[in-house]
């Protein structure tokens, strides 16, 4: 019986997961759909019980579910209890197991594609959501010594830092006003934008998560959004002389290791990029 692996958001049409995810399927002979499921957020949980049909191998979970989605699991594992988001749902034999694998996806992108050193270093995070999330969690652990937040809604920047509180690391959340942004970019060695802004397809796609003008030329700009490739804030980036690195790698990475927990395979890497880049 052909089997499914489902992707939850809202809306989708964003989404370029099917398309890598069922070129490595194909390439791997494995007898599964990648299937696009978008959810109302009313109809979140009777949507998520659908997996635990024998059909479905799990789904994938994207914006704006990452949080949402916990309490309707069987399962956090610890880990993605701990970065407090799930963009990985397997169903071990009706049993739906929430799993975290932006914070790898994350990580390869900074280090293996960009070859940034996050040790001892300063970074800004605009954005408070699940992918903020994984990527503030990842850079704990590796080491950063200063973390500043900014959210268009204050109070979600707020619940990181009082959920990281105790990690080895200095947090702060800032103003998301241009004075006070302009003060911290202008020091940071990495800034990331974990926020929607600027996403093709959207209300926000010709705009940039923050204007500013101190963008340092030393520093690295990562955009989580993956299309356009060169978002609106990377294009401001550039200017500025930074060193610049949109979503894709984060995104095929850590579809690499969904893929290994769904079918229990090696993720084609080389096919799933090769996928992406033809249909960006
Ligand atoms: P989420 O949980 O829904 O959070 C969305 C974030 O964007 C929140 O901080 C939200 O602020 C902010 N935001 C949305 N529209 C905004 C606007 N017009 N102005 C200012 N802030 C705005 O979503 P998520 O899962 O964290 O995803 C965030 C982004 O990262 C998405 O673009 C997603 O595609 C991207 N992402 C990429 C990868 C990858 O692999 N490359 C992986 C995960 C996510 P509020 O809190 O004020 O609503």
Redesign the pocket.
């Known amino acids: 019986m052909t089997k499914k692996i489902g992707l939850f958001g809202y809306p989708l049409s964003?989404?370029i997961s099917p398309v890598f995810q069922q070129a490595a399927l194909d390439y791997c002979s494995l007898d599964v759909i990648y299937k696009v499921w978008p959810v109302e957020p009313a109809n979140l949980q009777t949507e998520v019980d659908k997996l635990r049909s024998m059909d479905y191998l799990g789904a994938g979970i994207?914006?704006?579910?990452?949080?949402k989605v916990m309490p309707f699991l069987d399962v956090v594992d610890p880990f993605a209890s701990r970065v407090g988001?799930v963009?990985t749902i397997v169903n071990n034999g009706g049993r739906l197991i929430g799993h975290n694998t932006?914070v790898y996806?994350?990580m390869q992108?900074l280090t293996e594609t960009a070859k940034f050193s996050p040790m001892g270093k300063r970074v800004l995070v605009?954005?408070?959501?699940?992918?903020?999330?994984?990527g503030i969690f990842g850079l704990i652990q590796s080491g950063v010594s200063m973390i500043s937040i900014a959210?268009?809604?204050k109070e979600?920047?707020l619940q990181i830092v009082e959920q990281f509180v105790d990690e080895e690391v200095e947090m702060e959340v800032v103003r998301?006003d241009r004075y006070e942004l302009d003060r911290v970019v202008k020091n940071a060695d990495l800034v990331v934008?974990?926020?929607?802004?600027?996403?093709r397809n959207?209300?926000?796609e010709n705009?940039v998560?923050f204007e500013t003008g101190s963008i340092s030329p030393s520093s690295l700009v990562y955009d989580?959004?993956?299309t356009p490739r060169d978002t609106p804030f990377l294009v401001l980036a550039k200017e500025a002389g930074a060193d610049t690195l949109?979503?894709?790698?984060?995104?095929?990475?850590?579809?690499s290791k969904s893929f290994s927990m769904w079918t229990g395979v090696d993720a084609p890497i080389n096919i799933m990029f090769d996928a992406a880049n033809d249909v960006l």
Do not use: C, W
């Open positions: 964003h989404s994207t914006i704006p579910y990452k949080e988001a963009n932006d996806g994350f992108g605009v954005g408070a959501g699940g992918a903020a999330r994984a959210n268009r809604t979600r920047a998301s934008n974990a926020t929607s802004v600027g996403m959207s209300a926000s705009d998560p989580m959004v993956y949109g979503g894709l790698p984060m995104l095929i990475y850590q579809g």
